[in-house]
Antibody
């Protein structure tokens, strides 16, 4: 069974840092790209970041709103993806989801974690 | 960036009703359009990818169509478990962008 479990959320002051983890199981992690999304309370979904598989270069993509502040990475040996968030702003407050990407003729995110809440407040 | 719009923003419907949600992209995205269902406090659930392909396990009352810039999600006979918010998303290019969502609630 494919599972993705986010962790690491919490209350943090503006300007501080937080690292989110996406721990996965049930599939060959190293073969898949992964992505992070977020959803502010009562708002819609927003794509945050994407990391390709090592076979595809392991390259990354970022939303303009987080570029230069957030860093996505992956640990293929432990099947975990990370989102390092620096210089946090109040507008970064949201539930953060990780999701598994399936490319080719699918080009979609087929499995999502349950989310972890990040609250940026003084 | 590709902008995604959805209409209506909300719809009130009864069990058994047929409803259609429209999604429009600001530029052509071929068929790289995904539909998700989201219930309060839950993660999005993939319903349809590549504009019209039903994800495994999704009931056949859900259907998707369209190509280019205009897409639709149809629920042929609304069931109690279908009351939720529905989002479209383009996956042609980064940044992946979502429509603002359509809330389907009980009339």
């Amino acid at each position: 069974e494919v599972q993705l479990v986010e962790s690491g959320g919490g209350l943090v002051q503006p300007g501080r840092s937080l690292r989110l983890s996406c721990t996965t199981s049930g599939f060959t992690f190293g073969d898949r790209a992964l992505s992070w999304f977020r959803q502010a309370p009562g708002k819609g979904l927003e794509w945050v970041s994407f990391i390709r598989s090592r076979a595809s270069g392991g390259t990354t993509e970022y939303a303009a709103s987080v570029k230069g502040r957030f860093t996505i990475s992956r640990d293929d040996s432990n099947s975990i993806a990370y989102l390092e968030m620096n210089s946090l702003k109040t507008e970064d407050s949201a539930v953060y989801y990780c999701a598994r990407w399936i490319g080719g003729s699918y080009r979609t995110l087929d499995y999502w974690g349950q989310g972890t809440l990040v609250t940026v407040s003084s | 960036d590709i902008q995604m719009t959805q209409s209506p923003s909300s719809v009130s419907a009864s069990i058994g009703d047929r409803i259609t949600i429209t999604c429009r992209a600001s530029q052509g995205i071929s068929n790289w359009l995904v539909w998700y269902q989201q219930k309060p406090g839950r993660a999005p659930k993939l319903l349809i990818y590549a504009a019209s392909t039903l994800m495994g396990g999704v009931p056949s009352r859900f259907g998707g169509s369209g190509s280019g810039t205009d897409f639709t999600l149809t629920i042929s006979s609304l069931q109690p478990e279908d009351f939720a918010t529905y989002y479209c998303q383009q996956t042609l290019t980064f940044p992946f962008t979502f429509g603002p969502g359509t809330n389907v609630d009980i009339k």
